[in-house]
């Protein structure tokens, strides 16, 4: 009987601009960790929680990570329960889907520990309640992409992969600011009207095109977002003046990441990935923040278990 293991998730862009709470990329590099033990009591408990946020719920109902194990728990009527370690890697409200990525990687190692363990398809309904704890909402455009890694389309009941074409790379550039996913959310309150829907429609199908035809041209066409980003953009302070240095660097295009404050753009070169960046970054100290920068192919890894014991 396996009694622990550990998973990993990276960090994700949720969105994509044009898919909201339906589209999302896996990052390099940065990403939670989590330690899953079995145990005899039919409970799920958090014993510990270390890293870049420490300042998180320790009871189950109300942490991502526990409550997709509970999830799990019940819909599989296990007779034994779970204790978990938390490493976070995600800074809070950075919109790198840091709530999503707990829940992600508990599931991959609580997976691990099953007599039959599931097929990551079967864990997506679980890390989406998981990910509701923090954003009120079930989607499962971050989730579906740090499950399988890669560009996702993420719908109420499946992860769809997406193509990518190769070399896409994406920035994201994370200021020093937190803006919380439920009041990111609230600021989406209001009337919309059918032309914005038409336009978001029509860039998520240029972008979904491009990327099965390999063709940039395509993807530079329909990546803006006209529904969401301008009802966000006055939340994050030198929002415009980011995305313009991304846009000047030859981006296919920019947004916000997730819900935010985190900018990314798209490129059709690393090396110009990583000139944005230092752009962006710099227009983000006009604006009186410091940022850190990312730089990672869109067709990255998704989570996976570190160790079994």
Known sequence: MKNSASAFAPASVGNVGVGF???????????????VRRIDEATVRVVAIRGVVTELPFAAAENTAARALMSLREAHLLNFGFEIEIDKGIPLGS??????ASASAALIAANALLEQPLPVSALYLHAMEGERVASGSLHGDNVGAQLLGGLVLSTHDRMVPIPVPPGLTAV????????????????????????????????????????????????ALGLRDVLIEPRRAALIPGFAAVKAAAINAGALGSSISGAGPSVFAWFIRREDA???????????????LESDVIVSAVANAGAHVISVE
């Open 172 to 219: 994201v550039v994370h200021p020093h600011f937190v803006l919380e996913t439920r009041k990111a959310r609230e600021a989406l309150r209001g009337v919309y009207a059918l032309n914005e829907f038409v336009a978001q429609s029509e860039g998520l199908a240029l972008v979904m095109a491009g990327c099965f035809r390999a063709d940039f041209e395509l993807i």
């Open 274 to 288: 990583v000139m944005a960046g230092e752009a962006m970054r710099a227009a983000f100290a006009d604006a009186g």
């Open 95 to 100: 919109g790198l889907g840091g709530s999503a």
């Open 21 to 35: 709470d339906l589209l999302g990329h896996a990052l390099e590099g940065i990403g939670d960790r989590v330690l």
